[in-house]
Structures are given as C-alpha cells and as structure tokens.
C-alpha cells in the first residue's frame, strides 16, 4: 500500500494535481520544507492541514509550472516512505531531494523535505 502511497504521490506532483496530493493526506498532516521556512518565515517551515498545504502546492505550480520531480529512489516501511527525486526545473540546477513521509492508517500525517 505505501508503495502506491509514493507513486500516486509523485505522479500528483508531475500532474499538478492537487486532489490527488491532498486525498494522500490526513486532513490535519504537517508539512516541513525549507522552501516554506524561506518563502514563509512566519511558518518556521510548518504549514498544518489541507487548507494551508492547498494554498502551498498551489502556489509552487502557479509559480513554477514546468516543475517536475524525477523519482530515483523509493524505502518503505509499515509507517514511512522515504522518496528520493530529483527536483527539475528549466533553467534552475537540478536539486536533490529526500522526503520522509509518516503514514497512519493509508494517509499521510506528516511530512519532512531534506535538500542535498
């Protein structure tokens, strides 16, 4: 099952296809990035529930249409995902990622970005 979990997750992401991402997740998940924590200071990188990771994802798409993540890794547990991409966007170096995602009954309820 978290195999789908991060394979749904990715093709969400390449779709932009925000339904899809927030039906992954609880609808009280945490989501870290250092992207946020620069973007948004106030937040200390930490957004909270559906609204604010709506707002969040939306804004990335609008922003950065031709993003795309290139997965290159996948480690699964009963409880996490790690998923190693690499983050792709015209005319910006490539960027490598690491994102741990903690799921509790087939939802995510928290999420972590690492950049390398």
Excluded: C
Aim: overall charge negative; aromatic content about 12%; glycine content about 6%.
């Amino acid at each position: 099952m978290n195999q789908e979990i991060a394979q749904t997750w990715i093709n969400a992401f390449n779709t932009k296809d925000i339904e899809a991402l927030l039906n992954l997740y609880h609808s009280e998940a945490i989501h870290y990035s250092p992207k946020l924590k620069i973007a948004q200071p106030a937040t200390n990188g930490f957004i909270k529930g559906h609204t604010a990771l709506r707002e969040w994802w939306q804004g990335a798409f609008d922003r950065i249409p031709q993003l795309h993540y290139q997965a290159t890794n996948f480690i699964l547990n009963e409880q996490f995902v790690f998923i190693e991409y690499i983050r792709q966007v015209p005319g910006e170096d490539d960027l490598k990622v690491g994102e741990v995602l903690e799921i509790k009954n087939q939802k995510i309820v928290a999420s972590r970005v690492y950049h390398g």
